[in-house]
């Protein structure tokens, strides 16, 4: 059929098209990358045959050996990131897989605006959206949430954080927040002395408004939760807690944290 790929999903045409393929695919590296790392791992084995990191469009992720058709439907992942797995220090590989991850998001989105005849102005329409946001090497390496907390002379509604277990934190309009605590991220004085103090709370603060997750900042219609073990924040959507089953949890812990496993 013309215009879908043989997977039966039909290709993205126009500037915002290509850019919600992105942004779908760009979110489920993410959490192979973060929320999923132990599990992203845990799938590179070395033994195995060469293996690539997938990014899906319906933000999931997969690691999976390349496909056998020449050419492919799309621009394929770096390949054999496996190998270097023992080899490496664990947060050098996951560095290094992501900036490959980059460069094969980028090549992805213009694929399809080269397939489809994008100009001068769409493709740099298509780049600076793109651009817009964290690479996931800099997520991965915490450089975007510096950068989000030196750039920030405020956070956001400059409330105090609440203490309470699960810390859940309820970024929505007062019409939509009845029966749910309404808690923000600490004002910029709290995240300055706790800095000082050099304790953990000053490395979760740091993070300013940004979700430990996916890296994107704060928006004010968004559900927050907070990690009791290691204090930072996620979008409730990224690790799959909602309002409501947030009430009921006492000591929230994150993917990361609630992994048996600790990688070395």
């Not at 779908?24 to 990191?53: H, I, M, W």
């Not at 699960?166 to 970024?171: C, E, F, N, R, S």
């Not at 990690?227 to 009430?247: L, M, S």
Request: aromatic share 10%; proline share 6%; glycine share 8%.
């Amino acid at each position: 059929m013309e215009g879908a790929s043989p997977s039966g999903f039909p290709f993205p045409r126009t500037v915002d098209e290509v850019f919600k393929d992105f942004k779908g695919r760009r979110q489920g590296l993410l959490k192979a990358l973060t929320s999923d790392v132990n599990d992203f791992y845990a799938q590179c084995d070395p033994e195995k045959d060469n293996l690539c990191l997938f990014g899906n469009r319906n933000e999931t992720w997969q690691v999976n050996v390349p496909v056998e058709e020449v050419p492919p439907e799309i621009p394929e992942p770096a390949l054999g990131i496996n190998f270097a797995r023992d080899g490496m220090q664990w947060k050098e590989w996951i560095s290094l897989v992501a900036v490959h991850s980059d460069a094969w998001l980028m090549a992805v989105a213009f694929y399809f605006g080269a397939r489809f005849g994008f100009d001068k102005n769409d493709r740099m329409k298509l780049f600076r959206m793109m651009n817009d946001l964290p690479s996931l090497f800099e997520v991965v390496t915490e450089n975007a949430k510096r950068q989000a907390s030196e750039k920030s002379t405020t956070t956001p509604l400059g409330s105090n954080r609440s203490k309470t277990s699960g810390k859940m934190q309820q970024h929505q309009p007062e019409s939509q927040a009845k029966g749910l605590m309404q808690m923000q991220p600490p004002p910029e004085e709290q995240e300055e002395e706790e800095e000082n103090s050099g304790g953990e709370e000053g490395e979760d603060d740091e993070q300013g408004a940004t979700c430990g997750a996916c890296g994107e900042n704060y928006a004010s219609d968004e559900f927050w939760i907070c990690c009791d073990v290691c204090e930072k924040w996620f979008h409730g959507e990224c690790v799959r807690i909602t309002p409501a089953k947030a009430e009921s949890i006492k000591h929230y812990k994150c993917p990361a944290c609630s992994s048996n496993k600790r990688l070395k």
